[in-house]
């Protein structure tokens, strides 16, 4: 079923995004928001899994592996991650239909590797890969995922973040198929009010894409296949993880130190077994990593390195995580962008890297190469009030609007995963996360952003990344 919406009501949210927009330390920021959905987010490409891991030398082998696919390579298993200042109130995951993640995550697994398998042939490992791999280093350099070491990545983190919606200098292919790096500007000018309308979706959708307007069908409802709740110490279907390794459970050595282990329950230490978070107020900037409650132990995830904590993560085309977290004010700051103090954040990241090295050598997990980041809720400057989202990988983006960081007390928001679409939304405090989640919701989520209000963005992909 098809919702068909005027271009006039597209545009008025685009256009919103115009006013008022800041750069602040490096960031976009324009208006405010209550709903930001990107479109397009899919793509077809190459990135390189992990083969092999030697802690001895340090070093680590990969093969190229093809994607391709809606949402991919989100539509392969992710893994949420959550960094403090965050209390973390309630977690929920949910797929379309019954909530049986065991099958779903094996075919899932099947097609991956049929996938990867017919791609191989075709070997195209500097295909698009390298424009993402500017665009990621660029973004990636202020904040999460490889604060530690930066090989093979620019050693600089810029201050040039993703620009606003149709600034294409940062994706500029050369002649010769290689890709620049962005210019390094101090002051990125101001977005142009003349990308209003190229956002604005007029016609009917492609066949091959999904369309911000689809939505879920008539069904039971989605199934919700992990639940935490603090307030209860309920958690089903899914762990903690930290990056304790060799603290109980995982491993530790000196070339990739701590792997994942199981989290103490009040995210300080390592564990030998999962425990259910506290209701406690994850520190300055330390991490959590939630995955399903399915192990890897029977090969089921591919390689992993040896001796981690290995868990399968959520898998799908169509998927959708609900949160409950609050984000406080710590009064600390940091001019080190490399140094996440009071920089709080929620992301997802493709399963596979944390289960690699998410902090080291850019060789040993495929994140360089493009397997998948999705930036959800993440606060971007020491002690900053606004939080924002980011696409990294092969295809990538920004919006330059915000969410207002919960300080005083706990939100609740959304992130429908449905198709080629992400829409990230702010929920009424009355929102329950319920054992399934009717379609209604569902659908009110994928929504959200068609109305006419100067409170929702619509963000797509392709005008920044090609
Ligand atoms: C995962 O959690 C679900 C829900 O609590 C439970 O039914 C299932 O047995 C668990 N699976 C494993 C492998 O622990």
């Avoid at 930001?36 to 083969?51: A, H, L, P, Q």
């Avoid at 200042?85 to 899932?108: D, N």
């Avoid at 398998?117 to 195209?124: S, T």
Wanted: one cysteine or more.
């Amino acid at each position: 079923m098809k919702r068909i919406l005027s271009t006039v009501a597209l545009m008025a949210a685009a256009t919103s995004a115009q006013d008022g927009c800041a750069n602040d330390r490096g960031n976009w920021y324009c208006a405010r928001v209550n709903a930001i959905t990107y479109t397009e987010v899919g793509g077809e490409g190459t990135y390189n899994r992990v083969t092999n891991m030697d802690p001895y030398s340090g070093t680590c082998s990969s093969e190229p592996s093809g994607y391709s696919g809606t949402l991919s390579p989100l539509n392969e298993e992710v893994s949420l991650h959550v960094r403090g200042p965050t209390i973390l109130k309630q977690f929920a995951a949910y797929a379309p239909g019954e909530p049986s993640a065991k099958k779903s995550k094996r075919s899932e697994h099947a097609r991956r590797q049929a996938h990867g398998a017919k791609h191989a042939h075709h070997g195209h490992p500097h295909e698009k890969r390298a424009v993402g791999d500017m665009v990621t280093a660029t973004i990636n350099g202020l904040v999460q995922t490889w604060v530690n070491t930066y090989d093979g990545l620019p050693s600089e983190p810029s201050a040039v973040e993703v620009p606003p919606l149709g600034d294409s200098r940062l994706v500029s292919p050369a002649a010769d198929g290689e890709y620049e790096p962005a210019p390094s500007e101090e002051d990125p000018p101001a977005p142009s009010a003349d990308y209003a309308p190229e956002i604005a979706y007029s016609g009917a959708p492609s066949s091959s894409k999904g369309s911000v307007w689809d939505v879920a069908s008539p069904g039971d409802g989605w199934g919700r296949s992990a639940y935490f709740d603090a307030s209860s110490a309920v958690a089903e279907g899914m762990v903690f993880l930290y990056h304790f390794g060799g603290q109980g459970s995982g491993t530790f050595d000196y070339s990739f130190g701590n792997s994942l282990s199981y989290a103490s329950c009040d995210a300080q230490a390592g564990a030998s077994s999962p425990q259910v978070l506290e209701d406690c107020e994850l520190p300055s900037g330390r991490e959590v990593v939630l995955m399903t409650n399915e192990t890897c132990e029977d090969g089921s995830c591919g390689y992993t390195r040896p001796g981690t904590v290995a868990h399968h993560g959520f898998a799908g085309s169509r998927k959708a995580f609900f949160f409950e977290f609050q984000m406080p004010d710590t009064g600390e700051t940091s001019e080190d962008a490399y140094d996440p103090v009071n920089m709080p954040a929620i992301w997802m990241l493709n399963a596979q890297i944390p289960r690699t090295l998410q902090y080291g050598n850019a060789d040993c997990s495929c994140w360089t190469s493009g397997c998948g980041e999705f930036d959800i809720f993440e606060v971007l400057a020491s002690g900053d009030s606004r939080a924002k989202s980011t696409l990294h990988g092969n295809r990538a983006g920004g919006d330059s609007n915000y969410f207002d960081r919960p300080v005083d007390a706990p939100i609740k928001v959304g992130v429908v995963m449905y198709d080629d679409n992400i829409h990230i939304k702010i929920l009424d405090s009355s929102m329950e996360f319920p054992s399934v989640m009717d379609e209604a919701t569902i659908n009110d989520i994928l929504g959200s952003t068609l109305t006419q209000n100067s409170m929702v963005s619509l963000f797509r992909v392709a005008d920044v990344s090609g």
